[in-house]
């Protein structure tokens, strides 16, 4: 690890490095100057953000190299740099960025080295996907929030703030300068496979204000939001990942719901905005991606809409944008429909050319790239990398998980969570009347970094409030001898607290509900992600919606359960009837107290 003289001295040749070849003046970090100095490869380079793998950005594990040379060609993060001028690197759990801050801090700080030291070197522009909830790549001892929908739950814009304010301190403390969040989706699908509970809710005025607020949160904290994804993912039944969703609203629809949230985030001043792999005829009838589709981004977010800052593609290995063109056509086609950065090419070597190429031939203009270059060296500035890039190690630790952060978040989470159900009432649960709880039900592989399981944060948290609780998880998809193992588990128990996960109604969890209800005993359904649980249990005498399964979310629905605190959240979504969904079963804003 490097020393904070080292850094210093660095970060105080960042100038230099950008003025290579002659005296370094006062205006040689100014956007329209390095832009000037730059040739057409380290153009090229600005305007694509990938992956690599390793824990290092000069010494990677084996396993890691290998993953390096089989997908990029390059061993390691600066040769990748080396070789393609990149103005951007995403950050993943599952690529080996994220071990623990310090080792977040270095790897940004080798990044930023290894760039810095080319000719006309410049710094990069850190970026990973930390929406708090169920997408995370950076975990413990960072703060997890809670996700949007149990944010959307509270409805305090001064919460979405404060998340934002804070996780943002976290992020730029170990070098991550720009984050994919807030989702200004507004999820009215309640089968929707890849929003759901990452969406605010189903309201686009309510979705508005906390995207707004967040993205201020994060701009406080000197790190670039990104509202996502445009024009609006929020009513789809096929994952962009895996297909090609394709959203049926009227231009009307359109206007008076998903545009809603997006406009907010613009007036917000929100750094950048990310597009979606969705075909939305209404908006375009040629049958392209919005990704890919000039009208959309050009026609309707630049000059429509007025925004002017930094555009980014989702993923472009994703499904949803290499249905219809090959990997080299997609960067060229984004870049002419008027995106400025593309993420995570399938192949960067492919792509990388074909944008080259395509200048070089005359398709994209240079003056085009001029523009999408100019506008991410623009937010650079002012992100301060151009001043500072590196980490502070003292920072690092006095900032990551501080325990501010953690309280705040635990309390965030506390007027999140959203009684649906108590009759009797069955809740508070005392420890004196109902001294033994058996936890039972789902445990999805827990979002990054989180203790889990969902059973065993949750029994660990109600022991902790004086019950004697055991868990005993029965997954998503119970058998029959699992579901009559904790029948009979039940037996000994004063009540049953059962995690819930996205329960249909030929779903082997609704049999579990079912037949533990039927032994007498008091159940309470948590439904640790989509509400919508609530309106396939009308057998439990109690039903909490705590939209996801992280711990912050979870201990704040025990301490609901035990009466610690009031639940105070509200539903974001409607949820409707399970024998007939053209009925409201429990409407907006529906939420209990004691």
């Given at each position: 690890?490097?020393?904070?003289r080292?850094v ?6 960042v ?5 290579v070849?002659g005296?370094t003046?006062a205006?040689?970090?100014r ?6 100095r730059?040739?057409?490869e ?18 990677p594990?084996r396993a890691?190299?290998d993953?390096n040379?089989?997908?990029?060609g390059?061993r ?7 070789r ?16 623990d801050p ?5 790897l940004?700080?080798?990044i ?13 522009l ?5 929406e ?10 960072a703060t ?5 929908m149990a944010?959307?739950?509270?409805g ?6 404060t ?11 170990m070098?991550?300068?720009?984050d ?7 999820n009215v ?12 809710g ?9 995207v707004?607020?967040e993205?201020e ?20 039944a ?7 969703p394709?959203i049926?609203h ?9 545009a809603?949230p ?7 001043g ?13 908006l375009?009838g040629s ?9 959309i981004?050009?026609g309707i ?11 980014v593609t ?10 219809e063109y090959?990997?080299?056509r ?7 429909a008027?995106v400025?950065q593309l993420?995570?090419p399938?192949?960067?070597d492919?792509?990388?050319?074909a944008?080259?190429?395509?200048v070089?031939?005359g ?11 100019l506008?991410?060296?623009r937010?650079?500035a002012?992100?301060?990398?151009f001043?500072?890039?590196?980490t ?15 309280t705040?978040?635990d309390?965030?989470?506390e007027?999140t ?7 009797g009432?069955?809740l ?11 936890v039972?039900?789902a ?7 989180t203790t889990?399981?969902?059973?065993g944060?949750?029994?660990a ?8 609780a ?7 998809a119970p ?14 128990a ?8 996205n ?5 082997a969890?609704r049999?579990?509900?079912r037949?533990?209800?039927a ?5 309470v359904a948590?439904a ?9 249990l ?18 704040a ?18 949820v409707?009837?399970?024998?007939d969904p ?6 907006i804003?529906?939420g209990?107290?004691?």
């Amino acid at each position: 690890m490097p020393s904070r003289r080292t850094v210093l001295a660095a970060g105080a040749g960042v100038t230099a490095a950008l003025a290579v070849g002659g005296p370094t003046h006062a205006d040689d970090r100014r956007p329209d100057e390095l832009l000037a100095r730059m040739t057409l490869e380290e153009k090229v380079g600005q305007v694509f953000v990938s992956r690599v793998y390793g824990h290092s950005a000069t010494a990677p594990d084996r396993a890691d190299i290998d993953a390096n040379l089989g997908e990029l060609g390059v061993r390691t993060a600066a040769e990748l740099l080396a070789r393609y001028r990149l103005g951007g690197i995403i950050y993943f759990a599952w690529a080996h960025n994220t071990r623990d801050p310090q080792q977040i801090a270095d790897l940004s700080d080798g990044i930023q080295r290894a760039s810095l030291q080319q000719p006309r070197g410049l710094p990069v522009l850190i970026s990973t996907d930390q929406e708090h909830g169920a997408v995370c790549r950076v975990g413990r001892p960072a703060t997890l929030f809670p996700g949007a929908m149990a944010i959307g739950a509270g409805g305090s814009r001064a919460d979405a703030r404060t998340l934002g304010r804070l996780a943002g301190r976290e992020l730029r403390a170990m070098g991550i300068r720009q984050d994919y969040s807030p989702v200004a989706d507004v999820n009215v699908n309640p089968a929707n496979p890849v929003i759901g509970v990452r969406s605010f809710g189903a309201d686009p005025a309510a979705v508005a204000a906390l995207v707004a607020a967040e993205a201020e949160g994060y701009r406080a904290a000197g790190v670039a939001a990104t509202a996502k994804h445009f024009p609006g993912h929020g009513d789809t039944a096929v994952d962009s990942h895996t297909g090609f969703p394709v959203i049926t609203h009227s231009r009307e629809q359109w206007e008076t719901l998903d545009a809603v949230p997006f406009r907010a985030a613009i007036a917000a001043g929100v750094d950048s905005l990310m597009t979606a792999h969705i075909l939305v005829p209404s908006l375009d009838g040629s049958g392209d991606p919005a990704t890919l589709s000039r009208p959309i981004v050009t026609g309707i977010l630049r000059e429509k809409l007025g925004y002017d800052g930094v555009v980014v593609t989702d993923a472009l290995d994703m499904a949803g944008v290499r249905t219809e063109y090959g990997d080299d056509r997609v960067p060229v086609l984004a870049l002419k429909a008027g995106v400025d950065q593309l993420l995570n090419p399938p192949d960067l070597d492919v792509a990388w050319n074909a944008v080259l190429k395509a200048v070089r031939d005359g398709e994209l203009s240079e003056q085009r790239l001029d523009t999408s270059v100019l506008r991410i060296l623009r937010l650079k500035a002012r992100l301060g990398l151009f001043d500072d890039p590196y980490t502070s190690p003292a920072d690092v630790g006095r900032t990551v998980g501080a325990p501010g952060h953690l309280t705040a978040a635990d309390r965030i989470a506390e007027r999140t969570t959203t009684l649906l159900v108590n009759e009797g009432p069955l809740l508070p649960l005392s420890p004196r009347t109902h001294p033994r709880i058996l936890v039972v039900g789902a445990d999805p592989a827990s979002p990054t970094g989180t203790t889990g399981p969902p059973t065993g944060v949750l029994a660990a948290a109600l022991t902790a409030l004086g019950f004697r609780a055991t868990a005993l998880a029965t997954g998503t998809a119970p058998s029959a001898e699992t579901i009559a193992g904790a029948v009979t588990a039940a037996g000994g128990a004063d009540a049953v607290v059962v995690a819930t996960y996205n329960v249909t109604a030929a779903d082997a969890q609704r049999t579990l509900v079912r037949q533990l209800a039927a032994t007498g005993r008091p159940v309470v359904a948590v439904a640790v992600r989509n509400p919508y649980d609530v309106a396939q249990l009308p057998f439990v005498r109690a039903c909490l919606a705590a939209y996801c399964w992280t711990d912050v979310e979870l201990r704040a629905a025990a301490r609901v359960i035990a009466g610690a605190v009031g639940p105070r959240g509200k539903l974001p979504v409607p949820v409707r009837r399970a024998d007939d969904p053209t009925q409201v079963l429990y409407p907006i804003g529906h939420g209990l107290t004691y």
